[in-house]
């Protein structure tokens, strides 16, 4: 399984809401969002903060919209810009969040994961605004 193929079966949108899902990700990932200052090491990890967080989250994710999928030079890693589309729970408003991530893989697995979201797309939709 090539990494654009890791990331198609990780961003599913029956595997972004309820269970938190980690079979994608090696057991050493390590995953960043440098806007947000936050760096993640290993699975484990990863999974011990994504069902809290996903629990508290004002809104669900409806779909996934992959924008393009730039290849590099290395097999190994894509670039992909993509929209994440949610439905604020307590009003129902839809809302779209752009982001890009750089994403490694080997083995069927994802190894590393840099995510560059819109923070100020993100506040507006959650704050209505």
Same mark, same amino acid.
């Given at each position: 399984?090539?990494?654009?193929?890791?990331?198609?079966? $990780?961003?599913?949108?029956?595997?972004? =809401? *309820?269970?938190?899902? +980690?079979?994608?990700?090696?057991?050493?990932?390590?995953?960043?969002?440098?806007? *947000?200052?936050?760096?993640?090491?290993?699975?484990?990890?990863?999974?011990?903060? $994504?069902?809290?967080?996903?629990?508290?989250?004002?809104?669900?994710?409806?779909?996934?919209?992959?924008?393009?999928? /730039?290849? +590099?030079?290395?097999?190994?890693?894509?670039?992909?810009?993509?929209?994440?589309?949610? +439905?604020?729970?307590? =009003?129902?408003?839809? /809302?779209?969040?752009?982001?890009? $991530?750089?994403?490694?893989?080997? *083995?069927?697995?994802?190894?590393?994961?840099?995510?560059?979201?819109? =923070?100020? $797309?993100?506040?507006?939709?959650?704050? *209505?605004?």
């Amino acid at each position: 399984m090539n990494t654009r193929e890791v990331f198609e079966r $990780a961003m599913r949108p029956e595997r972004l =809401t *309820g269970e938190v899902h +980690t079979d994608h990700l090696a057991d050493d990932v390590v995953l960043e969002w440098p806007f *947000g200052g936050r760096r993640i090491e290993g699975r484990a990890a990863f999974a011990a903060m $994504a069902g809290p967080a996903r629990a508290a989250l004002p809104f669900r994710i409806d779909e996934v919209l992959v924008d393009t999928v /730039h290849e +590099t030079a290395d097999p190994e890693v894509i670039v992909v810009e993509y929209r994440l589309v949610g +439905t604020m729970r307590a =009003t129902g408003e839809r /809302h779209a969040s752009p982001l890009i $991530a750089v994403i490694r893989a080997r *083995g069927g697995r994802i190894t590393h994961w840099r995510e560059y979201q819109d =923070t100020p $797309a993100i506040a507006r939709a959650m704050t *209505g605004s």
